[in-house]
C-alpha cells in the first residue's frame, strides 16, 4: 500500500505564491501602461475636437511643428508609426489643408512633409492642450518631466532589446 505524501506540491511554496503574486493584473507594468495610454486617449479627445484633429495626427503635427519638412519616412521613425498606419492619416492632414506632401526633388522615392500656413497658425490654438493635459494628470509639472523620463527609458530599452537581469 503506497504511503499518503506529506510533501507540498511545488504550487504551495511561499516561492511560487510570490511569482503568483507577480501574475495580478494591476502588478503588470504593460497593464498599467495600456490603461493610461486608454484614458489619456480619451482626456485629449475632446481638446482635440476643436483643432479639428484625432490623437494620431496631434503626433504628427507635434513632430512638424517641431521639425518642418520632413521625410515620410523620418516622420514613421519619429512617431513610431509604419506606412500603412502613416499615410492615411498625412491624406486626411492633407485634405484638411494642415500640410502639404510633395516629391522630393532630389530624390523622387522620398516624400516630403511641410506644414501649411493653416498648419503653422493650428499651432497657436493647440498651445491651450498641454496645461489641459497637465492639468488632468493631477501632476505636477516636475513629476511628468520624470514621468516622461522614466517611460522613454523603458520604450528604449524594450526597443533595444535588453537581455534580462
Not at 30 to 40: I, N, R, W
Not at 134 to 139: H, L, R
Amino acid at each position: 500500500m503506497p504511503r499518503a505524501s506529506t510533501a507540498t506540491t511545488i504550487a504551495d511554496t511561499p516561492a511560487a505564491a510570490n511569482a503568483d503574486a507577480w501574475l495580478a493584473l494591476d502588478k503588470q507594468l504593460c497593464f498599467a501602461l495600456y490603461s493610461a495610454s486608454l484614458a489619456m486617449t480619451k482626456v485629449y479627445k475632446p481638446l482635440l475636437a476643436p483643432l479639428g484633429l484625432t490623437y494620431p495626427q496631434y503626433l504628427v503635427m507635434l513632430a512638424l511643428w517641431e521639425e518642418d519638412a520632413q521625410t515620410v519616412s523620418a516622420l514613421g521613425d519619429k512617431l513610431a508609426l509604419d506606412s500603412g498606419t502613416l499615410t492615411p492619416l498625412l491624406k486626411r492632414l492633407q485634405a484638411q489643408g494642415e500640410i502639404t506632401r510633395e516629391r522630393d526633388s532630389v530624390d523622387e522615392r522620398r516624400v516630403i512633409v511641410r506644414l501649411s500656413d493653416a498648419g503653422r497658425k493650428l499651432k497657436i490654438k493647440a498651445r491651450k492642450v498641454p496645461p489641459q493635459i497637465a492639468s488632468s494628470t493631477g501632476c505636477e509639472l516636475a513629476e511628468i518631466a520624470a514621468l516622461t523620463r522614466q517611460l522613454t527609458a523603458v520604450r528604449d530599452a524594450l526597443v533595444r532589446g535588453e537581455p534580462e537581469h
